[in-house]
């Protein structure tokens, strides 16, 4: 009975021991945890981004695989297929960098860590937001039509914006005008959008009035601005 049990003990020690190590081991992988900065970050198309991706060596000779993806795709980055893209290793970090960013690159992105003996970790991910500012709008003229009481047919357009949200408004001299404006927007093929507003005015106009378009979008510090001055050769 004594050896009986002593056997018993010496089995749970084992147990116990071989318990431990492999939660030792779990925690060892565990705490190799991949950080990714910045985790949002909004850009304008052709501006470059760079994020990086910090993690721990398990240990000081142990080697590194580091492996870029966006959400949503099914294959890892291949820089040396593009050369807007690349990537720098260094101990203990990882760099992404994409040059010339375009539209459709909007999304997240993620880093993976691999290590001999070990799963792949994951980093937390990075948001990137992709906004074009709209141009210049340009004012065009149009013949006024005589049966609907126009006076005058004025055309303001901008392109190449994102996102949609944009506001176009008018001025008469100093003073805003609410009445007779018709706006539309559109998504062109570059999947950017652009947009037009229409000024009718139904009273007779001075030579020498200023009309003034104003575009306001989320992209820019300050409005952007066009200005037709009525001559001559208008009606």
């Not at 959008?193 to 300050?222: D, F, K, N, W």
Request: with cysteine; glycine share 6%.
């Amino acid at each position: 009975m004594v050896i009986t049990f002593s056997n018993m003990i010496v089995r749970a020690l084992l147990q116990s021991f071989l318990i431990l190590g492999m939660i030792a081991t779990v925690n060892c992988y565990a705490d190799n945890q991949v950080l990714q900065r910045p985790k949002h970050k909004i850009v304008m198309v052709g501006q470059n981004i760079t994020i990086t991706c910090a993690f721990t060596p398990l240990s000081d000779n142990s080697e590194v695989h580091v492996f870029w993806w966006k959400l949503g795709e099914s294959v890892f980055m291949q820089p040396i297929s593009d050369m807007r893209k690349h990537v720098f290793k260094r101990k203990g970090q990882s760099t992404f960098q994409l040059l010339d960013v375009r539209l459709r690159e909007a999304g997240v992105y993620y880093c993976g860590i691999k290590e001999a003996r070990a799963r792949m970790n994951n980093g937390t991910g990075s948001t990137v937001v992709v906004h074009a500012a709209p141009h210049t709008p340009t004012i065009l003229w149009k013949t006024p039509d005589e049966n609907a009481n126009v006076y005058l047919h004025l055309v303001c357009e901008t392109v190449d914006f994102y996102p949609e949200d944009v506001t176009l408004q008018w001025y008469k001299g100093s003073s805003r005008i609410i009445t007779g404006i018709k706006t539309t927007k559109r998504l062109n093929k570059a999947g950017l959008y652009q947009a037009s507003s229409i000024l009718h005015e139904s009273q007779p106009v001075l030579r020498g009035t200023p009309y003034t378009c104003l575009v306001s979008h989320t992209t820019l510090q300050a409005p952007k601005i066009s200005v037709h001055l009525l001559t001559g050769s208008d009606p």
